[in-house]
């Protein structure tokens, strides 16, 4: 527990200004369906952008104001969903992507949800668990006229977990007067929950994986795959992608990274983080960092940790035929160009990371009916809407002559310009 709370150092992003990142592809996509200039200019802009203090008293008695946010950048499909990821360089800039980023995740899912995202600047590792308790309780107190199963819908992300979501439901819940479990997906089981949702962005992953190599014509078991990252997204994926057959070369975390051309023993690797929090000293393989990683010797790259990753300056060395993005925007925009000319097929994040917030429907969907589905059920519903919506990308990027991740661009631009202009702009 911390004897004092430090405020974060500065942060160094990427040269790539998120928002801008995310507003490259959309601008490409746009032009090429020739998106009318209207419908241009209301989706660029997010409905609703919130930045609150969150006052909290520390374990030392110290009171320190965090500042937290809540984007919703759009709602013409439905109810704004999206999660909330607590990080000591999260900004409105970068919330306000990836919120947009949810817009377009829930229209190629066909979910009936629009796109929201939220943070709050902390160090949670820095954090005891009753901080982080008054962190987010202050933080849901602070937007209850926006979170609401109807209206606007969190989840967990980066660094927010189960635990964080039941604080939001109970705080939620307690100012309603009655518990109201669809104000939040990723909940515990016992409290609303559902069944898969912890591995549901990691098994969309693999099935994302799946369906690519079916195109390709290869089998998995002739694969060797390379995962960056191994939180919630890539510790899954790199198991249910060992499942299926495929060899993983090549883990890493915020500790590193190792490289072993035999195969990493995936849930031998799994079990050793559930003790040693990382994969630090696992001896898994040859020690590699995790800029490394992403250049490896691999058929398939699973970049799943965090923005920016793959970049002008490192993707011409990569060497993966596939890339599949399990984080949100790992690939810088400049990166783009240079993946299409290497020939490389790129799943998009919207794309491949989708089975997170399609369980999240899911989950809501349980809530309201009050009867709950089993796991294997979840998982079919999973993998026919996933497969739904690689479809759907794939034709509209052959349609269009263009990429995958352009192809769901204009695939998910066109259906809520679709629903604008069904809806009419009420003024
Ligand atoms: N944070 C996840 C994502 O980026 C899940 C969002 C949700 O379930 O609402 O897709």
Same mark, same amino acid.
């Given at each position: 527990?911390?004897?004092?709370?430090?405020?974060?150092?500065?942060?160094h992003?990427?040269?790539?200004?998120?928002?801008?990142?995310?507003?490259?592809?959309?601008?490409?996509?746009?032009?090429?369906?020739?998106? #009318?200039?209207?419908?241009?200019?209301?989706?660029?802009?997010?409905?609703?952008?919130?930045?609150?203090?969150?006052?909290?008293?520390?374990?030392?008695?110290?009171?320190?104001?965090?500042?937290?946010?809540?984007v919703?950048?759009?709602?013409?499909?439905?109810?704004?969903?999206?999660?909330?990821?607590?990080?000591?360089?999260?900004?409105?800039?970068?919330?306000k992507?990836?919120a /947009?980023?949810?817009?377009?995740?829930?229209?190629?899912?066909?979910?009936?949800?629009?796109?929201? =995202?939220?943070?709050?600047?902390?160090?949670?590792?820095k954090?005891?668990?009753?901080?982080?308790?008054?962190?987010?309780?202050?933080?849901?107190?602070?937007?209850?006229?926006?979170?609401?199963?109807?209206?606007?819908?969190?989840?967990?992300?980066?660094?927010?977990?189960?635990?964080?979501?039941?604080?939001?439901?109970?705080?939620?819940?307690?100012?309603?007067?009655?518990?109201?479990?669809?104000?939040?997906?990723?909940?515990?089981?016992?409290?609303?929950?559902?069944?898969?949702?912890?591995?549901?962005?990691?098994?969309?992953?693999?099935?994302?994986?799946?369906?690519?190599?079916?195109?390709?014509?290869?089998?998995?078991?002739?694969?060797?795959?390379?995962?960056?990252?191994?939180?919630?997204?890539g510790?899954?994926?790199?198991?249910?992608?060992?499942?299926?057959?495929?060899?993983?070369?090549?883990?890493? #975390?915020?500790?590193?990274?190792?490289?072993?051309?035999?195969?990493?023993?995936?849930?031998?690797?799994?079990?050793?983080?559930?003790?040693?929090?990382?994969?630090?000293?696992?001896?898994?393989?040859? =020690?590699?960092?995790?800029?490394?990683?992403?250049?490896?010797k691999?058929?398939?790259?699973?970049?799943?940790?965090?923005?920016?990753?793959?970049?002008?300056?490192?993707?011409?060395?990569?060497?993966?035929?596939?890339?599949?993005? %399990?984080?949100? %925007?790992?690939?810088?925009?400049?990166?783009?160009?240079?993946?299409?000319?290497? %020939?490389?097929?790129?799943?998009?994040?919207?794309?491949?990371?989708? %089975?997170?917030?399609?369980?999240?429907?899911?989950?809501?969907?349980?809530?309201?009916?009050?009867?709950?589905?089993?796991?294997?059920?979840?998982?079919?519903?999973?993998?026919?809407?996933?497969?739904? /919506?690689?479809?759907?990308?794939?034709?509209t990027?052959?349609?269009?002559?263009?990429?995958?991740?352009i192809?769901?661009?204009?695939?998910?631009?066109?259906?809520?310009?679709?629903?604008?202009?069904?809806?009419?702009?009420?003024?």
């Amino acid at each position: 527990m911390p004897e004092t709370y430090k405020e974060p150092a500065p942060y160094h992003k990427g040269e790539d200004n998120p928002f801008e990142s995310m507003m490259i592809r959309f601008d490409k996509a746009a032009e090429m369906i020739n998106l #009318d200039e209207g419908v241009y200019n209301y989706l660029k802009l997010p409905v609703k952008q919130v930045i609150v203090s969150i006052p909290v008293q520390l374990d030392n008695g110290k009171v320190v104001a965090f500042e937290g946010y809540r984007v919703i950048h759009n709602n013409a499909l439905g109810p704004s969903k999206g999660g909330v990821r607590y990080a000591p360089d999260v900004d409105l800039d970068e919330v306000k992507a990836l919120a /947009a980023w949810m817009t377009w995740k829930c229209a190629i899912a066909n979910l009936p949800f629009g796109g929201a =995202k939220g943070g709050v600047k902390c160090d949670p590792s820095k954090l005891s668990m009753s901080e982080l308790e008054k962190i987010t309780r202050r933080y849901a107190a602070n937007l209850l006229e926006i979170f609401g199963p109807d209206t606007d819908i969190p989840a967990p992300d980066m660094n927010t977990n189960e635990q964080v979501m039941a604080w939001i439901m109970d705080t939620y819940s307690m100012h309603q007067r009655k518990t109201v479990t669809g104000v939040v997906t990723g909940k515990p089981l016992i409290i609303g929950g559902s069944r898969g949702r912890r591995e549901a962005t990691g098994r969309g992953v693999m099935m994302a994986t799946m369906a690519a190599l079916e195109k390709k014509g290869v089998k998995p078991d002739n694969t060797n795959v390379a995962v960056q990252g191994f939180g919630n997204v890539g510790s899954v994926s790199a198991d249910l992608l060992s499942e299926k057959g495929c060899k993983i070369v090549a883990v890493s #975390d915020i500790s590193g990274g190792y490289y072993n051309s035999d195969g990493i023993d995936i849930k031998k690797a799994v079990e050793y983080v559930k003790s040693n929090k990382t994969l630090e000293n696992g001896k898994f393989g040859d =020690k590699i960092t995790n800029k490394e990683l992403l250049e490896v010797k691999c058929d398939i790259l699973v970049p799943a940790a965090k923005e920016d990753q793959i970049t002008s300056e490192n993707a011409p060395k990569i060497k993966a035929r596939l890339i599949v993005e %399990g984080a949100n %925007g790992p690939t810088a925009a400049d990166a783009d160009q240079i993946l299409t000319d290497k %020939g490389i097929m790129v799943i998009p994040d919207i794309l491949a990371n989708s %089975g997170g917030v399609i369980v999240s429907y899911f989950e809501w969907v349980q809530n309201r009916l009050g009867y709950f589905w089993d796991e294997t059920d979840i998982n079919n519903r999973l993998n026919r809407m996933m497969n739904e /919506a690689f479809e759907n990308v794939f034709i509209t990027a052959l349609n269009h002559e263009t990429t995958l991740r352009i192809g769901a661009y204009i695939y998910a631009i066109e259906k809520v310009a679709n629903a604008l202009k069904l809806r009419g702009i009420y003024s």
